[in-house]
């Protein structure tokens, strides 16, 4: 019996920290300014969240690196310049808030914007 209520336990803890999370690069993601270039389903000047979703699925580590200024751009990348002035906004953001910030973005397609 508490072996179960231990798993039970871990498993409600895993679950409410990833959605404690994504809320928190919910939180990054307005305050920063990156809905302005980024929609849910409309491509602006910035690729749309579906978009972001669908090419960085299950790649959290890649989408942290390209935000960190460590990688290039894997989805327009003739843009990355104009992203680039914008990713100035995210250097001050430590590697967890950033790595939040990536999974409120590669999960955007599994729940409401």
């Known amino acids: ?5 231990l798993i039970f336990f871990i498993l409600c803890s895993f679950l409410y920290s990833n959605n404690s999370s994504i809320e928190v690069g919910k939180g990054i993601f307005k305050s920063k300014g990156c809905s302005m270039c980024h929609k849910r389903d409309k491509k602006g000047v910035g690729p749309s969240l579906s978009i972001i979703y669908k090419r960085y699925s ?11 200024g460590k990688s290039k751009a894997i989805i327009y990348p003739g843009r990355a310049p104009i992203m680039q002035a914008q990713l100035t906004k995210l250097k001050g953001l430590s590697t967890q808030n950033t790595r939040y910030l990536a999974r409120y973005l590669i999960t955007i397609d599994d729940r409401e914007f």
Do not use: H
């Open 1 to 5: 019996m508490n072996k179960l209520f």
């Open 58 to 68: 299950g790649k959290e580590t890649l989408l942290v690196d390209f935000l960190k």
